[in-house]
């Protein structure tokens, strides 16, 4: 009985193992708490950017004029926010899978699953940043451009923050999941109408066609977001294992 190593018989019967839960996790804990620290830590030393990107986002921006006076630390700071926005996105996929696709599947571990995920929504947010530089800059200048790169990226910072919370209740309170579908469906509404609100000002201010930006905007932000559900969903069913 206290040496296993010795070949025997066992007394009882083998239990059922424990199920997993993400609570238990310690890495993606461990993962979640470091971000937390560290965005606090940055917020602390960046506040008064924050502020004026805020102040700056409903600023209507006069013709020609770019106001891209960021610091290298701060353009850091925004990208480690677009990172953390990622990195939550493909949590919450991975809640989802859990719960309404499957637990097992063919990989040694649940990270390399999240991993991939990552990898997906890091590729997707790249793409969608190539295909708005490259429609600016066909149909508009390069200033109006460079405006639209810094509103992209403090709106996705601004994402990540309102992200953060759903990640919290769904793996750890364990709240339904088609509850944190709402949650999140209600952060991406708020989103594209802040995404929509400053293409307008960027770039349909002065020549106003609604169908135009009706065009822009579905071209590159719903088709991109559902082509991101599509892609994920399909990786998630062919890894895993159907008995």
Partial sequence: MFHPEIQGGRIGVAGDPV??????????TSLLLACFLISVFAFANAKHFILREAKNFFYVPREGRTDFSETSSELHFQVFLVCIT???????????TLQNIGE??????????????????????LLKMGLYTLANLVFFD???NQQWIRSLLFISSVEGVLLFPSVLIGGYL???IEKVIV???IVL???????????YVIFFRRNVVRLQIILYFCTLEIVPLLALWGVLVMTANNLKINF
């Fill in 19 to 28: 199920p997993y839960r993400v609570h238990n996790d310690n890495v993606i």
């Fill in 86 to 96: 990622c990195l939550l996105v493909a949590l919450l996929f991975y809640f989802y």
């Fill in 104 to 125: 097992t599947f063919v990989l040694r571990s649940q990270y390399t699953l999240i991993t991939i995920y990552l990898g997906i929504v890091i590729v997707f947010f």
């Fill in 142 to 144: 390069g200033k109006r």
């Fill in 174 to 176: 364990e709240l339904d």
């Fill in 183 to 185: 949650y999140v469906t």
């Fill in 189 to 199: 509404i708020f989103v594209k109408i802040l995404t929509i609100y400053k293409c």
